[in-house]
């Protein structure tokens, strides 16, 4: 007579059946069970069958019951729950655009920055590693959404996502910003919030990108920063793309001592981010629309303007930051958006 199964045996073979139902991310997820739901939704007061949105690409219906399931299967607490709403809330806006995001071949990903105190509360790191692993929070909520844009909207790989190559950001792309190590305005205040207030704000980004150098003053890091950006298959005659921008502790601080705000720096990529046409040309590149109407020496920049470069300040001092190319935006078209977090 066979042992009878034991939880673990049962347990296993849940997570099993989870794969088989293409319910995953390729990791296992925690079995999605009445109890495990019931739990989860004591993170939130909102009826678990409100319908927040209709989720592209395939028209999935998005409810408060099925964040919470996939909250659950990522590994949330549910006191993530909140977080978890307003970022799912923020990536179903036709602003954020999320059909483009999910069957790019390019392989962007949401891009969630969170402000407030919620960051305290509930443990986002917006410090060391703050784009690597070991904090739940981080990657729990991030890999929350990635399931949602799968298992609601169906943007499944290898079908409707259809990325060229991806990036790891497309597990788990959460972080906050570290507004008490910053010289700067948070980026929430930037967008209308009040100072005290928990926002998350999604980005439509690609993967990030790091500089940085041991030595040098505030120029010598925007410089080395724009001369990674000029690279000349960026280029296009009205600007490729957006760009996000992150500052870790000691770039801030040198950046901030010599005077430098946030726009400032926006002012100063802007202006040192172009090619001539004619370098462009010699390139042998694709990327001037109607090239025969520009003179050699006309400047094509990479921006439309300093509003398309978006700052963040996190991560500790090491004089390392990262910069994401980042959908264009189009004001009240589409381009970033941001919630407040209702606690």
């Given at each position: 007579?066979?042992?009878?199964?034991?939880?673990?045996?049962?347990?296993?073979?849940?997570?099993?059946?989870?794969f088989e139902r293409g319910w995953t991310d390729g990791l296992p997820v925690v079995p999605p069970t009445p109890v495990g739901l019931e739990r989860m939704l004591r993170g939130t007061r909102r009826d678990p069958k409100e319908v927040i949105a209709i989720l592209p690409p395939k028209s999935g219906?998005?409810?408060?019951?099925?964040?919470?399931?996939n909250?659950?299967?990522?590994?949330?607490k549910p006191e993530y729950m909140p977080v978890v709403l307003?970022?799912?809330?923020?990536?179903?806006?036709?602003v954020f655009n999320i059909t483009a995001t999910a069957i790019s071949t390019w392989g962007r990903a949401p891009l969630?920055?969170?402000?407030?105190p919620i960051r305290h509360k509930l443990g986002i790191n917006s410090r060391s590693n703050v784009f690597g692993p070991g904090w739940r929070a981080n990657a729990t909520i991030g890999r929350t959404v990635r399931l949602l844009m799968r298992n609601v909207g169906g943007a499944l790989p290898g079908e409707l996502d259809r990325a060229t190559l991806g990036h790891p950001g497309k597990y788990a792309y959460c972080i906050g910003e570290d507004e008490e190590h910053s010289p700067w305005e948070p980026l929430h205040v930037q967008r209308g919030f009040g100072s005290e207030a928990s926002v998350v704000t999604v980005f439509n980004c690609g993967g990030p990108?790091?500089?940085?150098?041991?030595?040098?003053?505030?120029?010598?890091?925007?410089?080395?920063?724009?001369?990674f950006l000029r690279s000349v298959t960026l280029f296009g005659r009205g600007g490729a793309a957006d760009l996000t921008i992150v500052f870790d502790e000691e770039q801030r601080r040198i950046l901030g001592d010599a005077g430098y705000s946030k726009r400032d720096v926006q002012k100063f990529i802007f202006e040192n981010t172009w090619r001539t046409a004619g370098e462009i040309r010699a390139a042998g590149?694709?990327?001037?629309?109607?090239?025969?109407?520009?003179?050699d020496d006309e400047k094509c920049r990479l921006y439309q303007s300093e509003d398309a470069i978006y700052i963040i300040a996190a991560g500790a001092g090491n004089r390392f930051g990262a910069f994401m190319p980042t959908s264009r935006s189009e004001p009240g078209v589409r381009g970033p958006v941001s919630r407040q977090i209702e606690i």
């Open positions: 007579m066979a042992p009878p199964e034991s939880s673990g045996d049962v347990i296993l073979e849940t997570i099993e059946e989870c219906v998005l409810t408060v019951e099925k964040v919470a399931l909250a659950l299967m990522a590994g949330c307003a970022a799912a809330e923020a990536i179903a806006d036709p969630m920055v969170v402000n407030g990108h790091q500089f940085g150098l041991p030595r040098g003053g505030a120029e010598t890091i925007l410089n080395y920063l724009t001369d590149s694709h990327f001037l629309p109607d090239d025969s109407e520009l003179p």
